[in-house]
C-alpha cells in the first residue's frame, strides 16, 4: 500500500519550489543573489626602514587606518626593510607583484629615472613639504609623476603623503665652517643631493638607513646625513658622532610614498580604493602631528643625554647648494625632458604660493624669543 506524503514533507517542498520561483524573479530583475561571503583582502607590504624607524611606526600607522576603516575586510601588513627584499629595490618588488604594496620615499628610486627625486632632493624653490604635497596634488605634480612611472614602466599606484621637517646638514666629525670643509669627505645622502654633495667637493655613497651609522663605526664614511632628530638618534647617529649640523636646502621639501601594485589595487573594490585615498591623507596629517611632538623631544634629548652639539650651517654653505643645485638641474633638464617639464611646474606653483607664504605669515622666531629667549637656537659654527 502507497502512502501519500506527511504534511511536513509537502510543506518542504512547496518552500523550495516558492524559493526557486523568486529567485529566478530576482535574477530577471536585476537583483544580485547573496554570494558566500568572501574571506578578508590580505596584502603584504614593506618598508624601506629599519623595524625600530619612527619611519616604519609611520608605515604601521598607515596600515592600522586601512584596516580599521575597512573593518578588517581589507588588511595590509607591514614589514621591516629588507625581509623580502633591499630598501632600495622596493620599487621594483612592488610593481612586479613580489609585494602588494610599500612604503618609502621617491628619492630611493632615483636610479630609475632622475627626476623622480625631485619629489624630495633640493631647496623645493623655497617651497617647505606640505607646499610641495599641495603642488602634487593641486599643481600638476599627480598627473606628472603618473606620467614618469609610465614611462620607466612601474606599474604602481603612488601616494606621496606625510610633508618633512628640513633635514639636517648632517653629522660630522667637527663643524661645517665653510665649503672647502667637504672636499674629499666621504658621505651618505641620496638623490639629487648626491650631485649637489659631489659638486661641494664630497665623494658620496647612497646608504639606505639601517647601514648609516655601521659604515660610520667602520670608517667607510665621514660623516652623513639621514632626516630627522627621532630617526637619527634610534639608528644611533649620536654613538659615533656629538656634531650635527641644522639647516640645509639639499632635502627642503621631502615626504614619505605610500606604493600599491597597480594591478592589485585596480581590482579592489570602489569603496576600498575611496578608504584608502582618504587614509593616505589622513596619515599625512597625523605623521606631521606625532613628527612635531616627537622631533621635538628628541632634538632636546640628543641635547641633554647624548652631548650632541648643534650647529647653524653657515650661509656660506646654504648660498653655495642653490648654485650647485642650479647647474645640476640646468644639466639634467637639457638631459630628461620630463626632468624639465617637472622643474618648471614646480618652480611656476612655487613661485606664488611661497610668496603668499612669506608675505601671509608672521615671523615665529621673533615670537619664540619674546616668550622662550634665544638661548635654545643652534650655535654658529
Keep these: 500500500m502507497r502512502h501519500s506524503s506527511s504534511a511536513p514533507e509537502a510543506s518542504r517542498r512547496k518552500f523550495l519550489t516558492g524559493a526557486a520561483v523568486a529567485a529566478t524573479g530576482a535574477a530577471a530583475l536585476g537583483f544580485p543573489m547573496v554570494a558566500k561571503a568572501q574571506g578578508p583582502i590580505t596584502m603584504r607590504w614593506q618598508s624601506t626602514w629599519p623595524q625600530k624607524d619612527i619611519f616604519h611606526e609611520y608605515a604601521l600607522d598607515f596600515a592600522k587606518k ?12 607591514v614589514l621591516p626593510a629588507g625581509a623580502v627584499v ?25 636610479g630609475k629615472q632622475t627626476a623622480l627625486a625631485l619629489w624630495g632632493s633640493g631647496p623645493g624653490y623655497g617651497m617647505d613639504a606640505n607646499m610641495l604635497l599641495s603642488w602634487h596634488k593641486y599643481g600638476g605634480g599627480k598627473q606628472l609623476l603618473n606620467k614618469l612611472y609610465q ?72 660623516a652623513a646625513e639621514f632626516n630627522n632628530a627621532t630617526s637619527d638618534r634610534i639608528l644611533g647617529f649620536a654613538d659615533v658622532s656629538k656634531v650635527c649640523m641644522l639647516q640645509s636646502y639639499h632635502q627642503n ?19 576600498m580604493k575611496a578608504i584608502i585615498e582618504n587614509a593616505v591623507e ?5 605623521m606631521s602631528w606625532k613628527s612635531i611632538d616627537r622631533y621635538s623631544k628628541d632634538y632636546i634629548e640628543l641635547q641633554t643625554k647624548d652631548k650632541v652639539r648643534f650647529y647653524k650651517t653657515p650661509d656660506s654653505v646654504l648660498q653655495k647648494q642653490l648654485e ?19 622643474v618648471e611646474s614646480q618652480k611656476a606653483f612655487a613661485a606664488r604660493a611661497v610668496k603668499w607664504d612669506l608675505d601671509t605669515n608672521v615671523s615665529r622666531r621673533m615670537a619664540y624669543n619674546h616668550y622662550f629667549g634665544a638661548k635654545a637656537a643652534p650655535k654658529k659654527s
Design 253 to 271: 621639501a621631502e615626504q614619505l610614498e605610500i606604493t600599491f601594485n597597480k594591478s592589485k589595487f585596480d581590482a579592489l573594490p570602489d569603496k
Design 324 to 342: 650647485v643645485y642650479d647647474s645640476v638641474v640646468d644639466k639634467k633638464s637639457s638631459d630628461n625632458p620630463l626632468f624639465k617639464e617637472i
Design 66 to 77: 586601512v584596516n580599521d576603516m575597512t573593518g578588517g575586510d581589507l588588511k595590509i601588513d
Design 282 to 286: 589622513a596619515a599625512s596629517a597625523d
Design 86 to 110: 633591499p630598501a632600495f629595490g622596493l620599487i621594483d618588488a612592488v610593481s612586479k607583484g613580489t609585494l602588494d604594496g610599500g612604503h618609502g620615499v621617491l628619492v630611493y628610486h632615483y
Design 151 to 222: 614611462s620607466i614602466g612601474i606599474n604602481v599606484v603612488s601616494f606621496p603623503y606625510g610633508p618633512m621637517a628640513t633635514q639636517p646638514l648632517g653629522w660630522y666629525k667637527k663643524p661645517i665652517t665653510k665649503v672647502d670643509d667637504f672636499k674629499g669627505l666621504k658621505f651618505r645622502t641620496v638623490g639629487i643631493s648626491i650631485d649637489v654633495f659631489q659638486g661641494l667637493g664630497a665623494a658620496v655613497n647612497a646608504l639606505p638607513g639601517a647601514e648609516i651609522v655601521p659604515a660610520m663605526d667602520r670608517g667607510l664614511l665621514d
